[in-house]
């Protein structure tokens, strides 16, 4: 099942209000962090690195509600750590759904299976779960055996129960486009999953694990060979082709980090989900405080290698809808 005709149309809506209103920045989708905490550690990892009293801290209900709505984003990430940790995640996921945000809850699965009961299948709620490839390279990924298994028994069990399941798959130099191939193939046709989102890995600064990040030359070589023999086509990816041909190369663009912004228990990231240069206390704070032209590549040498989707998605998003060859590309084709 692609992405479900109400949201196409949500979404749509909400972007064509936007630029009737003539407004020049809106968020498209808010990653929302209510926990740092996680139960895995790996080591590309660049959002676990705080002190023992940030790990042990929830996001309250009513904050994350306020956030999402104070901002109009149509749709949610909820991220982390590993959200399924926080006692009140299906509550607030929940909220979320009643408000008609289109919720993604992405989780390395662990407790998946077990947390099923406390969600409902909705057109709004769909998992989104960390798989980085098939089983040896993701357990190697996520340094810890097993967890291919039950990421695999999990989704198969959601979509037992008819929730919509995506997964969600990051990109490093130990891949080949064999390795691409060989996880999208097995997720597209044989989990088949509703959709599956892909991302070269960000370079964070805390991950302890600093080898294995992709520069962009690699990223574009990656893709255009994975990508090489019709699959691209096939394949569904919760993603504009605009944004594919960025990766493969085909296109580029500058980041529009406010696009996909980041709300966590320290309020608004600046400027974006994968760098923290402080926070604001409001999204309007946010969009209205930072300076967003010193962003970017070229500009700051720590978005050099970045292809992140946060920051180039939104991007390509927007000159989809500015184009008719591009909408009619994105109904159609990959
Ligand atoms: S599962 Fe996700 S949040 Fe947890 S350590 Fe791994 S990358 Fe970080
Ligand atoms: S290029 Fe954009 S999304 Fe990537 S790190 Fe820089 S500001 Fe963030």
């Known amino acids: 099942m692609p992405v479900p005709l109400r949201q196409s149309i949500r979404v749509g809506t909400y972007l064509a209000r936007q630029r009737m209103a003539r407004r020049e920045k809106f968020p498209l989708i808010v990653e929302l962090e209510p926990l740092f905490q996680c139960n895995l550690a790996c080591s590309g990892c660049g959002k676990i690195q705080h002190p023992e009293h940030e790990l042990r801290r929830r996001m309250p209900v009513e904050q994350a509600l306020g ?39 992405c989780t390395n699965a662990l407790l998946m299976e077990r947390k099923l009961e406390l969600f409902e299948p909705s057109p709004y709620f769909a998992w989104a779960v960390h798989i980085d490839g098939l089983r040896e390279r993701h357990d190697a990924s996520v340094e810890r055996e097993g967890v291919f298994d039950k990421a695999v028994a999990a989704i198969r069990a959601a979509q037992d129960r008819g929730f919509r399941v995506t997964t969600n798959t990051t990109f490093f130099t130990h891949d080949t486009p064999q390795t691409v191939q060989q996880v999208l193939d097995f997720l597209n046709d044989e989990l088949k999953v509703d959709q599956m989102m892909i991302s070269p890995a960000y370079a964070y600064e805390k991950a302890p694990d600093q080898e294995h990040f992709l520069g962009v030359q690699q990223t574009r070589a990656l893709f255009r060979e994975a990508f090489a023999d019709g699959r691209r086509k096939r394949w569904r990816l919760n993603h504009t082709p605009l944004f594919l041909d960025f990766l493969e190369g085909k296109a580029d663009f500058e980041c529009t980090a406010w696009g996909i912004p980041s709300y966590s228990l320290f309020g608004w990231q600046r400027p974006c989900y994968l760098m923290a240069d402080g926070y604001a206390t409001s999204y309007r704070e946010l969009i209205e405080t930072t300076d967003w032209d010193r962003y970017g590549r070229g500009r700051d040498p720590r978005c050099d290698n970045c292809m992140a989707h946060c920051g180039y998605e939104p991007t390509a998003v927007l000159a989809t809808t500015r184009s008719v060859r591009q909408s009619l590309r994105a109904m159609v084709a990959r």
Do not use: N, Q, T
């Open 67 to 105: 956030a999402i709505e104070e901002c109009g984003a149509p749709m949610v990430s909820i991220a982390g750590g590993e959200p399924l940790i926080h006692p009140e995640i299906d509550v607030i996921a929940s909220e979320l759904v009643k408000r008609r945000k289109f919720v993604y809850l």
